[in-house]
């Protein structure tokens, strides 16, 4: 599964955070995104189902199941595993589907080449 890290917003430009495993190479990779998946990314990063808030950081993990928004022709509902330490849950949230299409890209590549100015170091 692919970890969301982050979604940030600088000089009017707004960007996602992931860590993702190609051929066993562990890489944050940061790329640009619509304004309109910031604030989606934001509500599940911001997310804390869990009652120990202030115990241990929470983590994200977004499995790469989908199923269409019937209100929404460019979004979708998308399952994303909530961690913190031994506890977990599935919950389901809205994403853009650009947004999506590019986690699937992401998880389909076998090498580096195509994405080397995305990683960040």
Do not use: C
Not at 6 to 25: F, G, L, M, T, W
Not at 58 to 83: K, M, Q
Not at 93 to 114: A, C
């Amino acid at each position: 599964m692919i970890e969301l890290l982050d979604a940030s917003k600088a000089d009017n430009i707004y960007s996602s955070v992931i860590r993702h495993s190609i051929n066993e190479q562990d890489l944050k990779l940061r790329f640009g995104i619509e304004s309109s998946d910031f604030s989606r990314l934001k509500r599940i990063l911001d997310f804390r189902p869990f009652e120990n808030t202030g115990v241990a950081p929470y983590r994200y993990f977004i499995a790469l199941s989908y199923r269409n928004n019937p209100d929404n022709e460019d979004s979708a509902f998308i399952s994303v595993r909530v961690e913190q330490l031994d506890r977990h849950k599935q919950f389901e949230f809205e994403l853009g589907k650009k947004y999506i299409s590019n986690l699937l890209w992401f998880d389909g590549l076998s090498e580096t080449k195509e994405i080397g100015q995305l990683i960040e170091k």
